[in-house]
Every structure is written in C-alpha cells, then in structure tokens.
C-alpha cells in the first residue's frame, strides 16, 4: 500500500467516533516489539527433505544480520534469540557488540537439550544419571552466556518424555525434572528469568514430561518468581482455546512469554496469523486487556521456513503479529464490558468482531512513516537489494544447511 494517507485519515476518524483513543493506539503500536528466532533464517525443513534456500544464513553472523535487517524494515523486531550450541561462539562479548552495531539486541538463550546421544532417553528426565547431570551441565553454561550477552530470558523446551506405556516411570521422570530445572534455577542471573516452555507430543509420543500450561505451571509455582510459562502457539492439541490459557495465566501474574507461530495438525512452525489469525486476535485481546499484567511478556517468533523464502516469512510473521495487535487496541473495552455484564451474548460478540473485521493495515502504515520506514515492509524488502546481495556472498547449501536441519 504506497498511498495509504486518505485511508488512515477515514479509519482514524471512524476510530475516533467509536471513542478509541487513536494517539495511544499509535503509540503502543509504535512501541510494539517482535523478538525473532535466528533458527528461523537458516535452512530447515523436515524429516522428508530440506530444501536449502539462496542466502540462508549460515552462521551466527549471519543470521544476527538478517534479523537486524528484519528490524529495518519493520522498527518492530529488535532482539533475535539464540540457540546454543547452534548459535555457539568463543566471544559472546564480541556478538554482543556486532548484533548492537547492526541495531539490534541478543534475546533469549535457548538451550539445545534434544540433539545429543545422550539425550536418547530424555535430558532432565532421563533415567540415565550422566544424561540429567550433562543438560543441568548445559543449561547452567547457557545461564554463563545470558551473563554476557545481557539475556534476560532462559527459554526451556524439553524433548522429553517416553513412547511406550511402561517404558519409564511417569513419577519418577517428574521427580527427576523438579530435581533438574531447581539446580539451573539457583543459576539464573539476577534480574533474569526462566522460561518453561510445553508441547503436547513430539518427538514423545506416548507421554511428554511437559505436556500442558498447567504442568508447566506447576513447575514455575515450585522454583519461584523467576520462573513462567512459555505458550508456543503450535504446542495445543486440535482445539485448544489458547486465548484462555493465555488469560489465565496472565491473570496468575506467569504468563513469561510467546512463542509465535501457526499450526494446522501438529507443531507445523508455520507463518504465524497465517493459518491463526482470529486465535492470534483474541490472544492480543487477552493481552490488551490484561494491561499492566501484560507488560512483562515477551513476544518470540519460533518458526521454521522450509519452502518459503526465509527473510520475507520472518517479515510477514512480524507484520502480521503487527495487524492482531492493532486490532485487539481497536476493540471498544468498556462497551464489551457493559455488554458482558448484561449477558448480552451477540452483542458482545459483535463489539469483538467490529475491531477485527476493521482494516487497520492504514493505521500500522502511518505508525510506520512517522518512525521514518517505508509504510510497507514487504514492498520495501521486494525493491531491496539485500536478499539479492546475501543471496550472492552466501549461495546455496548443497544440502541440509546449519541452523535447524529438521522440524517435524
Ligand atoms: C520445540 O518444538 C520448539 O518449539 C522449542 O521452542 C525449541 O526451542 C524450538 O522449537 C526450536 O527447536
Ligand atoms: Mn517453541
């Protein structure tokens, strides 16, 4: 949209007359930030194939200036996580420098608990002592790296758990994780905290140590203030209303953070708002309504683009992460309230649906031309010679490249 002035001026007018407070969309708007994942910039795929992409990143460096290069173009993604040891180097002060001088800041740690031999059985709930010892080993050295690189965010997801009943004891696997993640607990840095993330299956299959929000709450309830809920997106059964979760835990003050993605069947790691976007809404209304309770939440993509071009997935997940959260500011909260109270089912229902059948793509187009972008971060990214110029100096792996080599 290259002429979006007239539009803005109607919708802002419209907004005005609904009684939205339109500067203080635009401010929170303005401020919204989107962390991206550097697995999502290098080559992935799936068990069946990767396809290795023109100018995937190849390494840290690499993938630090993608992300940067997302943050151009959007103002809205200015950290990018890492994955250790995907992400390793021997000079974090170093990436820490490099990834500000590109503008942007180092995100959460997350620590690779799942690739290893050793991890066969499972990591803290295995029942192999030497396997538990070397993922506390591990998360503790990633708590040592957040001390440098200035992560506030341990991000913990788990592969754990078993595939056929009687193959381990379901309780003893439960001790065995209280025991590990309270030994990584007393090593977060100060201030920091520790994100646990759950999925309901995969690559377990008959049973998943973390399954759900509410064990993953459980857990968070018996290590301390420091420790939260991760909800991915991808990791519900069929189904799941997420939006609750999300308000529940958001009301429980242990809502730590997202990891944003679609998903059609199971942890797909799709453009997220793409397959999702009314369950991404009402998750920002969630948010929005929420108010302070909200402010701690951190916002992760965690996608793995396996035939689309890397660096324009990353850009339409943020722009679209952009679109929920403008509408979900657009919904007239104190009329859905009077509506609620009065037990007025389809009247409420409505005021919902009035701010997310409402086109705010002008609203986030001026947001962005006052910050000095152009106000479509896609037609910028196709006119830009970046992904041209990368695609040269990088070229193309000859197969599965570094990063993320499977998803599913
Ligand atoms: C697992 O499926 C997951 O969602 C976890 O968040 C990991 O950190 C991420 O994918 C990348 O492996
Ligand atoms: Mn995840």
Redesign the pocket.
Known sequence: MSDYTQAYTILADQLAARGIDVASVERKLAAQAIET?S?GYGDSGTRFKVFPWTGAARNVHEKLADAAYVHRLTGAAPSVAL?IPWDQTDDWIALKQEASELGIRLGAI?P?L?QEEQYRLGSLCSPDSGARESAVAHMIECCAIMEQTGSDIL?V?L?DGTNYAGQDSIVARKHRLEEGLRLVYEHLPAGSRMLV?Y?FF?PAFYSTDLPDWGTAYAMCLKLGPQAEV?V?T??HAQGTNIAQIVAFLLDEERLGGF?L?ARKYA?D?LIVGTENPFELFTIYTELVSAGAKADRVAYMI?Q?HNIEPKLEAMLQSVINCQVAYAKALIVDYARLAEAQNAGDVLGAHRLLMEAYETDVRPLLAKVRQDKGLHPDPIAAHRASDYPRRVAEQRGKATQGGAG?PT?S
């Open positions: 994942p697995w994955h997350n690779n799942f991000s997801w592969a993330e999925k995969e991760l991915d991808g990791h990891h993605n942890d790691d965690d793995s993320y998803t």
